[in-house]
């Protein structure tokens, strides 16, 4: 039986510029492209989870291109390892592709996969895809990793402006034209198969309501990015994050667009990197504080005021705009994101973890080391954390990025009526007693 080549498909759903499925396409061997819907991950999901759906219309996409030039997209379910130790055998494969995953528990399951495929004489090679620059590519010079962004972010704009110019971060493979991938290109993927049920249903899903919009990385957008992109009220940032995260665009394409346009938005790229490589060579901040003794820190954790936040009910008309944004759409602008945030720890004085929770399962956009990164930015515990005695002012806030009430009144119209909510907690009572309670670790320490 003839040899083949199989390509994974996990967080690079897209043919072109993929730097995984080309070293496959260039294996020589007709390339079987796999999907896996990882139990693993898919199990703590809702059955209509919104990103589910996502994936499964760009997997469609796919599996229409691959159809009309007469192959397939496999889509299995399951535990990967388990899955691999069948197929290598039954697909006949030679060698497996995949990109470059830098999470912990991708990490894991690599290396567990990588151990089957070994048994097996099956090589397994992985390819830096969804970064600029990989973990392990830009370190200070005693070889430890940057734990504040502003020297990382310099080093990664000369390198990445380094790496441009010598070719090694350009977009467009000499076998795809942009978007759509030539017809010698697609003639390299293994012939036959059965065409694959690209709907959520036959997975045991549902069907969301919520959708993935698609992204700008226009002119105008880019323009004018760092003039617009902290005011809520105006459709002033790419909206790029989910695609980012899935992979439905490539990482090269979106920083050379933003490379002659705008570095603060180039800049916002480092920060997706930053928080990538604090969790690749930090693992315990999936489960503690960056710094460990912030851990010691006595939350109030109130459940009944934790759902007011969870709601948009807090009073505090900007935090339940974003709360309620949030809910509604699965998106939340950035600068709402940190008042919201600062708001929980600090006001709240509730564990930052109970609000990393509450937005990995509700933001289309979720990524756990951003998400992660900038809750433990806002709540004062991560690295190059913002520092423990700011607490943001959300009336002061609200002034300055949205004057005119124009976001506040499009997500609780109420606002201004009795029907509207009294404040939680005062602000000034709030903030002396989240001073004190971070003071009071500051001076155990
Ligand atoms: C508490 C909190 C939680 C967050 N959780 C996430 C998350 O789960 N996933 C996520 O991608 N971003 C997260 N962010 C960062 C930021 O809010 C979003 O990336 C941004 O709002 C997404 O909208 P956009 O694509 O229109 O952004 P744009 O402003 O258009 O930025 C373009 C891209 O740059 C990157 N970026 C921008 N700001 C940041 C940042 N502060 N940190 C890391 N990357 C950044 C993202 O990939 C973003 O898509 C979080 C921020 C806060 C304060």
Redo the contacts with the bound molecule.
Sequence with gaps: MSQNSLFWFRRDLRLHDNRGLEAALNSGRPVIPLFIIDTGITDDLERDDARITFIFNILREISGKLTNAGSSLRILKGNPADLFDYIIDKWSVAEIFVNEDYEPYSLERDSVVKGVAAQKGVSFSSFRDHVIFSPGDILKKDGKPYTVYTPYSKVWLAEYQRSAIEGRNNTGDVTSVGMTPTADYLSRFAKGGEPCRCDSESHGFKTSQLIVEPYDLGDKLLLEYEQK?DLPWVRG?????PH??FGTVSIREVAARAAGMSLV?LK??A??EF?IQILFHFPHVVTDSFRPHFDRIEWLNDGLLFERWCNGTTGYPIVDAGMRQLNQTGFM??RV??IT?SFLSKHLLTDWRWGEAW?ASH?L???LS??N???QW?AGTGCDASPWFRVFNPTLQQKKFDAHLRYVTEWVPEYGTTRYPDQVVDHSMARERAILAYKAIMHKT
Excluded: C, Q, V
């Design positions: 992109r940032t790419s909206m790029i994050g980012l995260r938005f916002e790229l920060w997706r928080f602008h950035n994101r940190m945030a937005f933001l956009d979720y990524e951003s998400n990164g900038n809750w806002a």
